[in-house]
């Protein structure tokens, strides 16, 4: 167990919809980062927050948007899904932004019907 | 655009067999390579190297990072059924206050009794 919760584990939705994926952090960790994983794709990274701030962007859609709130979780915010949304996204975390060990939380498993 | 490419893509040995999964990369300034063993869900961190020629070792895996070749090894020995897993490989690019880790596609690896 790594320390980085997210939830929910599984979500099931439609083409078009709007879901809410949630990270808490580990204890102390004040970087949180995002990655989604898809079969074909591999891990690929979305976004990283440092205590509140946006610090780096990757492959992420204008569909998508995330945010970290004062007491440090993130939420990932994915609109007008589509059926290649579907994949396993995970949230990681690090003590600060800039070291390279990242904990990573078991993942929330997004089906877009 | 910065890249890691893992080889082989999957491997299939025999319990107490030894095996070497490859990783190159192609990492803007890079800072380090990361390697993490994914079984069902979360990847779970395994080594950092940051400096060529310098094995880390932990049990029966080993890694080494060659800077001049661009490349790192990730060694397992008298492999167990419970090696069986995704082995991925990431590199680290330094951009400014960002730790994001690109990632290869990883090893499949299987172990068989």
């Known amino acids: 167990d790594s320390g980085v919760t997210q939830t929910p584990k599984h979500l099931i939705t439609a083409t078009g919809q709007r879901v809410t994926l949630r990270c808490s952090p580990r204890?102390?960790?004040?970087?949180v980062y995002w990655y989604q994983q898809s079969l074909d794709q591999g891990l690929q990274f979305l976004i990283q927050?440092?205590?509140?701030?946006?610090?780096a962007k990757g492959n992420i859609l204008e569909r998508f948007s995330a945010q970290q709130f004062p007491d440090l979780h993130s939420e990932l915010n994915l609109s007008s899904l589509e059926l290649g949304d579907s994949a396993l996204y995970f949230c990681?975390?690090?003590?600060?932004?800039?070291?390279?060990?990242?904990?990573f939380g078991p993942g929330t498993r997004l089906t877009v019907l | 655009e910065d890249k890691v490419v893992q080889s082989p893509l999957s491997l299939v040995v025999h319990e107490g067999d030894t095996v070497t999964l490859n990783c190159s990369y192609e990492?803007?300034?890079?800072?380090?390579l990361l390697w993490y063993k994914q079984e069902k869900k979360a990847p779970t961190f395994l080594f950092m190297l940051?400096?060529?020629?310098i094995e880390k070792k932990s049990g029966r895996l080993s890694s080494i990072l060659d800077k001049k070749e661009l490349s790192s090894i990730l060694n397992i020995t008298a492999t167990q059924t419970g090696d069986s897993a995704i082995y991925l490989c990431?590199?680290?690019?330094?951009?400014?206050?960002?730790?994001?880790?690109?990632f290869g596609k990883g090893t499949k690896l299987t172990v068989n009794p």
């Open positions: 940051t400096s060529s020629g």
């Open positions: 927050y440092y205590n509140g701030e946006e610090r």
């Open positions: 990681a975390s690090s003590v600060e932004g800039n070291t390279d060990t990242q904990y």
């Open positions: 990492v803007t300034n890079f800072r380090s």
């Open positions: 990431a590199g680290v690019p330094v951009q400014g206050g960002s730790e994001k880790l690109v």
């Open positions: 204890s102390g960790d004040l970087s």
